[in-house]
């Protein structure tokens, strides 16, 4: 059997279901494909809790921000759903780009001030600190257990199409006859050919293998990533989300990136490295964590998280598809309009990459440059 769509989004994660939601209220005829069922654990967007770190100097991203505030605002009023915690995120240590970040805010309309150590450890004494902190008051935690079924409903409702359990086993480029796209999916047990006029592709960690054989693509690394959530052991303290650059030299030898974290209600005090995870097949996770990086991950809980138990602790499991640069891919190619490589500080952005996808469909603009997928120096 063949059907014939307009616009198929391959992938119902954050993005895809950002992208359909957002084509949907433009009027557009959009069908989501999701290979799993809702609220699924085998791919980036689940849990409770992400931070809307605010921390960016960069101009595109910046932007962004600013933009996407006040779209999870609008997203929370249409749901009638809680999306986002707003608790303030505190970014601290010794990054250098930590006065450039209060700068860029300020310039956006968006709120920044700086606290000396002392002031930040008496308001959030569950975290050390020894360097001045920038706050972030208008940041927190989103989420996606809530905000995915939140986008996919709200889609439905304007018209779009979702479909779960529904894989996609072959996608051919510029062969469905008239330019467009020819998909072989299975459903149910069942096989059938879709095509469509395009196709967004927001398959997360499943990209390359979609992709790779007929478009070339910056380099993308899947990791599997281990935060775990501690047990809370001072229940009086206040908990902002943070970002935490501690420091370089021997001191620090056996720390691998800046951390981050936040609390997640019921579960305890999130904390983790960032990309640094061991590289995996999606298909072929371990879902275990990684005994010296998670050795690490305590001995920083019992330097810099005065409020938790650092013997005391869940591993959690995810994944990060990244990019070289660890800029998006926001781009068109041809019949494709590829959203990937988010390098595990995208969902933040969730609703401002479904407008940009829905612009990349629709012809309405194109992404910002910093988002190619023919730039320079990432393949």
């Not at 960069?58 to 809680?82: H, I, K, N, Q, R």
């Not at 209060?102 to 050390?128: F, N, P, T």
């Not at 062969?175 to 998909?183: E, F, I, S, T, Y």
């Not at 609390?263 to 371990?286: L, M, Y």
Request: aromatic letters at 8%; hydrophobic letters at 40%; glycine letters at 14%.
């Amino acid at each position: 059997m063949q059907t014939n769509l307009d616009t198929i989004v391959v992938g119902g994660g954050a993005m895809g279901s950002a992208a359909a939601w957002a084509l949907a209220g433009r009027g557009r005829d959009v069908t989501l494909l999701e290979q799993f069922g809702p609220g699924h654990r085998i791919g980036a967007s689940h849990g409770t809790t992400r931070n809307l770190n605010l921390g960016y100097a960069d101009p595109a991203y910046v932007a962004m921000l600013a933009e996407a505030v006040p779209l999870w605002d609008e997203l929370e009023a249409d749901s009638g759903e809680t999306l986002l915690a707003r608790t303030g995120v505190v970014n601290h240590g010794t990054d250098p780009r930590l006065g450039a970040v209060h700068d860029a805010l300020l310039a956006a309309g968006l709120r920044a001030e700086y606290l000396a150590a002392g002031e930040a450890a008496e308001r959030w004494r569950g975290i050390r600190f020894d360097q001045p902190a920038l706050h972030m008051p208008q940041g927190g935690q989103l989420n996606p257990d809530v905000a995915l079924p939140a986008l996919q409903r709200l889609a439905s409702e304007r018209g779009a199409d979702i479909r779960h359990h529904t894989k996609v086993l072959r996608l051919d480029a510029g062969d469905a006859g008239d330019g467009g796209v020819r998909l072989t999916v299975e459903a149910g047990g069942r096989t059938e050919v879709l095509t469509a006029r395009q196709a967004i592709v927001t398959a997360g960690g499943w990209t390359s293998k979609l992709l790779g054989g007929f478009t070339d693509l910056p380099r993308l690394t899947v990791t599997q990533e281990q935060p775990a959530h501690f047990a809370v052991a001072d229940e009086g303290a206040v908990w902002p989300g943070f970002n935490h650059l501690p420091g370089r030299g021997g001191e620090f030898a056996d720390w691998y990136s800046p951390i981050y974290g936040m609390r997640t209600p019921g579960e305890g005090i999130k904390a983790g490295w960032h990309g640094v995870g061991p590289v995996v097949d999606p298909d072929r996770r371990s879902f275990s964590p990684e005994p010296a990086q998670m050795a690490a991950l305590q001995n920083y809980a019992r330097r810099w998280l005065p409020g938790v138990d650092p013997e005391s602790f869940t591993a959690i499991s995810c994944t990060y598809t990244s990019t070289v640069d660890e800029h998006f891919i926001l781009d068109r190619v041809g019949p494709l309009v590829i959203g990937a490589g988010f390098s595990g500080h995208g969902f933040k952005f969730t609703p401002v990459v479904g407008r940009i996808l829905a612009d990349l469909a629709t012809g309405e603009g194109p992404a910002p440059a910093v988002f190619s997928a023919s730039r320079p120096g990432v393949c």
